[in-house]
């Protein structure tokens, strides 16, 4: 009997599922492991082996020794190494795939609303960066387990995926997972507008101009009492200290 190989399409489909699930709830029976499968038509356990697989090539798993699955095959250390610098790309085409096995356009499939802007490239721009943002949202809650890195929030609705090298700074690296933390909405605030910041060594520094201002409990609770506090690393695609730096040098209002 001939072997069923994986398909280029079907292994970009996992790397993207491998990025929108926390490492350690992946197996055989979550409810995306199971609805994904069916649409690539593998089993359960295919792509749950699947996504094993790519986490024996995630370097941050292995820091904190996760090491994934001990034999992968060839294909998806291609797809790790073509798109994990390429992270705008592979949000994209991925999403355009699953749309596609739906039998979806990518706005519905994506659940994207533009109104009535007509058909052509404004749209399609619009279109592509939501999508794309909605990817790097689902990556980062994915990578910190649902929480906030500071502290502790668990409630998805008030979480925020929070670039550290801003939107605008660098496109290159803008959904590049290792550039973004997960901060409930307050901390969010704070760490865009330089009020926070996490350095290289991932520590909590607040700026003087809250640090200077902190009166009240509350003040005190959320802000000065994590003062030189390390934040809750992620299970996966840890904080690029090279982005810390930037934000800490740049952005912190020290």
């Not at 609770?221 to 904080?239: A, D, S, Y």
Request: hydrophobic share 35%; net charge positive.
């Amino acid at each position: 009997m001939a072997k069923n190989n994986w398909t280029r399409e079907q292994t970009i489909i996992a790397f993207n599922i491998y990025c929108k699930i926390p490492f350690k709830k992946c197996s055989k029976s979550h409810p995306e492991i199971i609805k994904y499968s069916g649409l690539i038509g593998r089993s359960p356990s295919a792509l749950n082996m699947k996504i094993g697989n790519f986490g024996r090539l995630d370097p941050a798993l292995r820091k904190r020794g996760i090491v994934g699955l001990a034999n992968g095959g060839k294909l998806e250390e291609e797809i790790w190494n073509e798109f994990h610098g390429d992270w705008d790309r592979l949000a994209f085409e991925s999403e355009k795939l699953l749309a596609k096995l739906q039998n979806k356009t990518i706005e519905v499939s994506s659940e994207i609303t533009i109104g009535n802007l007509p058909q052509g490239e404004e749209r399609e721009r619009i279109v592509k960066t939501r999508v794309n943002q909605q990817f790097f949202r689902s990556a980062i809650l994915a990578s910190y387990n649902q929480k906030c890195c500071v502290t502790g929030i668990n409630l998805p609705q008030l979480l925020v995926a929070s670039h550290i090298v801003p939107w605008s700074q660098n496109i290159k690296e803008r959904l590049n997972p290792q550039n973004g933390l997960c901060l409930n909405s307050l901390h969010d605030k704070a760490f865009d507008t330089g009020l926070m910041t996490v350095t290289p060594d991932y520590e909590i520094k607040f700026s003087p101009i809250v640090m200077g201002s902190a009166s009240g409990a509350e003040i005190k609770e959320l802000f000065v009492g994590r003062e030189g506090g390390k934040i809750i690393l992620p299970e996966k695609f840890l904080p690029n200290k090279e982005f810390l730096d930037y934000h800490y040098r740049n952005i912190f209002k020290s």
